[in-house]
């Protein structure tokens, strides 16, 4: 019985996932973004690269010196970083892809990390650092595990490194609306403190390492 109840609740918490991610596509889609600007107020250049399966996405490439790939999460666009990119550019070559958007049929998690791979290549980059972003962190992990020899360094924020029926359960699929609702459309003050109460809780942040309190105070 536990059994059958951990299956349901974990196909709820699928179907929810699913309508959360495309509510976040829905989102982004209509989203005007704004340029990635450098100190002087000048956009950065956008290109943009195909991959081997026909999907397209843009990326920067600016600054010279080592290669700092950044890696966004699963919201997806390289406008995670634009404050980050023009600072790190002035001292390194700074990357940064779109998350793709689209998958052909019998594609898994690897496809990912088969788009860094074939942009890196395009780009003749041996070795790089990674940072990651999130699900950008997953991202990272696995390209590291697979391309020990391409990395320079790797730098996690906020990782995901494997999602369980503990990660996607009451508080994912409960209160993360509940949390999103009550810090999104509330009064600034009341927002940042509702924002530290569920981080507290573990909603958001699920360590109880010693920069934890920290990270919490910081939002």
């Known amino acids: 019985m536990a059994g059958?109840?951990?299956f349901a609740f974990g196909v709820v918490a699928g179907v929810a996932g699913a309508a959360y991610v495309r509510s976040i596509k829905r989102r982004n889609d209509a989203l005007v973004r704004p340029k990635i600007r450098n100190s002087s107020g000048v956009p950065l250049p956008v290109k943009r690269f195909e991959y081997s399966d026909g999907e397209e996405i843009e990326y920067v490439d600016v600054g010279t010196g080592d290669v700092l790939v950044w890696i966004p999460g699963a919201d997806g666009p390289k406008e995670t970083f634009q404050y980050?990119?023009?600072r790190f550019a002035q001292s390194y070559r700074v990357i940064c892809a779109?998350?793709?958007?689209?998958?052909?049929?019998?594609a898994n998690f690897d496809r990912f990390v088969e788009d860094l791979e074939e942009l890196l290549n395009d780009l003749e980059i041996k070795r790089a650092v990674?940072?990651?972003q999130s699900l950008g962190s997953a991202i990272?992990?696995?390209f590291a595990t697979l391309f020990p020899e391409r990395m320079r360094g790797l730098v996690l924020c906020n990782p995901l490194a494997k999602i369980s029926y503990d990660h996607v359960g009451f508080?994912?699929?409960?209160?993360?609306?509940l949390a999103?609702?009550?810090t999104r459309y509330l009064p600034t003050g009341i927002s940042r403190r509702m924002a530290r109460f569920w981080s507290r809780l573990g909603l958001w942040v699920f360590d109880d390492s010693s920069g934890r309190e920290a990270l919490i105070n910081y939002a």
């Open 130 to 132: 990674l940072i990651g």
């Open 84 to 86: 980050q990119l023009p």
């Open 171 to 177: 508080n994912r699929t409960i209160l993360t609306p």
């Open 4 to 6: 059958l109840k951990k």
């Open 180 to 182: 999103m609702l009550t």
């Open 98 to 106: 779109d998350m793709r958007e689209a998958f052909s049929i019998g």
């Open 140 to 142: 990272a992990i696995r």
